[in-house]
């Protein structure tokens, strides 16, 4: 039991690496990811499991399709397509740091590039299933969850650290808010359309409360910045000065 408590204590530090969580279920996601990652087989590599990841959206996206066209439980198709993609994209980057293989900027820019396909698909999936203007509501959805993903890639440029969290809210929240819209919709026809257009006002005032935050901390690199040049051209004038 000890020597277990070891290894998962071991194997969280070096999933934590280059990455800040905040969200709500950080721990229990943590530990899972921990655990999981210690029990990969070694032909699954990280663009792998990059791949199943987005392979989980492609089959959110495609049971918006079935739903629109053959029959609306095919929906809950999704439920599992979530999960999929939770599986990958939680996976692919902390498998590599735990391997002592990690790909920093490589594995930053295909996460990146794959999950906002990724978003894009679902939300046309969601523009297939509805009508009418209710359509608005899937390109609002893709809008304010790139908006979150572009106040990530900012803050982790003006403050150095990288977190995909905004707030108390992550991909992982999304996730689940997004499969529980997709069950009510089964058990109260129509209720997504409303439910969907709840969680982008959500996602908005989420957005506008990180970028609040993200400006404070631009402000105040830029004051450091400033500090920091001023003292340079103090200590260039001394070395200028002629000797007395």
């Given at each position: 039991?000890?020597?277990?408590?070891?290894?998962m204590?071991?194997?969280l530090?070096l999933?934590?690496?280059d990455?800040?969580r905040?969200?709500?279920?950080?721990?229990?996601?943590?530990?899972?990811?921990?655990?999981?990652?210690?029990?990969m087989?070694?032909?699954?590599?990280?663009?792998?499991?990059?791949?199943?990841g987005?392979?989980?959206?492609?089959?959110?996206?495609?049971?918006?399709v079935?739903?629109?066209?053959?029959?609306?439980?095919?929906?809950?198709?999704?439920l599992?397509?979530?999960?999929?993609?939770?599986?990958?994209?939680?996976?692919?980057?902390?498998l590599?740091?735990?391997?002592n293989?990690?790909?920093?900027?490589y594995?930053?820019?295909?996460?990146?590039?794959?999950?906002?396909?990724?978003?894009?698909l679902i939300g046309v999936?969601?523009?297939?299933?509805?009508e009418?203007?209710?359509?608005?509501?899937?390109?609002?959805?893709?809008?304010m969850?790139?908006?979150?993903?572009?106040?990530a890639?900012?803050?982790?440029?003006v403050g150095?650290?990288?977190?995909?969290?905004?707030?108390i809210?992550?991909?992982?929240?999304?996730r689940?808010?997004l499969?529980?819209?997709?069950?009510?919709?089964?058990?109260?026809?129509?209720?997504m359309k409303?439910l969907?257009?709840?969680?982008?006002?959500?996602?908005?005032?989420?957005?506008?409360?990180?970028?609040?935050?993200l400006l404070?901390?631009?402000?105040?690199?830029d004051a450091?910045?400033?500090?920091?040049?001023?003292e340079?051209?103090?200590?260039?004038k001394?070395l200028?000065?002629?000797?007395?």
């Open positions: 039991m000890k020597k277990e408590e070891q290894n204590s071991k194997t530090k999933i934590s690496k990455r800040q905040t969200n709500i279920l950080r721990s229990t996601e943590q530990k899972t990811i921990a655990y999981l990652v210690q029990r087989p070694d032909w699954i590599t990280s663009d792998g499991l990059t791949a199943i987005f392979f989980g959206n492609a089959v959110v996206a495609a049971s918006f079935l739903g629109a066209f053959i029959n609306p439980y095919l929906i809950l198709i999704s599992p397509g979530f999960l999929i993609n939770w599986f990958g994209d939680s996976l692919d980057g902390r590599a740091y735990y391997r293989k990690p790909r920093k900027w594995g930053f820019s295909l996460d990146i590039t794959v999950d906002w396909i990724g978003t894009i999936g969601f523009i297939v299933y509805v009418g203007w209710w359509e608005i509501v899937g390109f609002l959805f893709v809008v969850y790139g908006w979150e993903m572009i106040t890639q900012l803050r982790y440029k150095g650290q990288y977190s995909i969290d905004s707030g809210f992550g991909p992982t929240e999304v689940i808010l499969a529980t819209i997709i069950i009510a919709e089964v058990i109260f026809p129509g209720a409303y969907a257009a709840a969680a982008c006002v959500f996602l908005l005032i989420s957005n506008l409360v990180e970028a609040r935050k404070q901390m631009a402000d105040v690199r450091e910045d400033r500090k920091a040049k001023e340079d051209l103090r200590k260039n001394k200028r000065a002629p000797n007395n």
